[in-house]
């Protein structure tokens, strides 16, 4: 086990495995079972695309709650029948996608070392029911991959990255904003390695100027901007 989790390209390969395996299980059992293995939100994925594939709106499909982002990615599975499954290979190379970034944060961040930064990161490489959910057509694997990568730009103190980022993930889906407050409070002098630039920073005012550092201003315009910008632009279409 210990030389399983010293070698990436044995864990990434088993969590790709995995995803494979469950991905033609799929298949058969859609095709052999009246208890389908696609997640019916799939169904809504695919005909939102068939929509904009004939440049209607996504939202001519019933129940389709999305970004019309989500339904242009999915464009590929209205081209032959074969293509019909493109956006659950896609959402599970989210998945890996996402672990791969959860090794690189641990490691560049975390300072840990790559046998125990696999360790972690594959309890969502190789979690059977991460793998299963994306196989079966859910998108939560987009969202992973967003959610890590904002981690890793706030870790690097790449706050415009970051910003752009939380838009992005709440346009996308709202429930990233609940990392917002996280964030901003962590972007402080002591964590952004800034010198206190107030000298009254030990009194409430000055306290309360400290805690509008650039940074965090940073974050939440542009945060705010993204969000307002895509929704805008999808709504205008």
């Excluded at 896609?90 to 641990?106: E, K, N, Q, R």
Aim: aromatic share 16%.
């Amino acid at each position: 086990m210990a030389t399983f989790f010293s070698s990436p390209s044995l864990v990434f390969f088993t969590a790709i495995l995995l995803r494979v395996v469950l991905f033609f299980y799929g298949l058969w059992q859609d095709a052999n079972s009246p208890v389908k293995y696609t997640d019916i939100d799939y169904f809504v994925f695919t005909d939102a695309a068939r929509y904009s594939a004939s440049d209607l709106s996504p939202y001519d499909r019933e129940t389709y709650r999305y970004t019309p982002l989500l339904a242009w990615m999915l464009v590929p599975t209205t081209w032959t029948t074969m293509w019909f499954s493109f956006g659950k290979a896609m959402f599970a190379l989210g998945d890996i996608v996402a672990g791969w970034l959860i090794v690189h944060v641990l490691r560049s961040s975390g300072g840990l070392s790559m046998d125990r930064s696999l360790k972690f990161a594959s309890i969502w490489l190789l979690n059977p029911m991460v793998a299963t959910i994306s196989t079966r057509g859910s998108s939560e694997g987009l969202l992973g991959v967003m959610v890590v990568a904002l981690l890793w730009a706030v870790l690097q103190r790449r706050v415009i990255l970051a910003g752009f980022l939380l838009g992005l993930g709440v346009h996308f889906k709202i429930y990233p904003f609940i990392y917002g407050p996280s964030i901003l409070w962590w972007l402080d002098e002591e964590h952004l390695d800034f010198p206190t630039r107030h000298s009254d920073a030990t009194t409430g005012p000055g306290k309360i100027r400290c805690f509008f550092n650039t940074a965090r201003l940073t974050v939440t315009s542009v945060s705010l901007v993204t969000f307002l910008a895509l929704n805008s632009i999808m709504y205008s279409m």
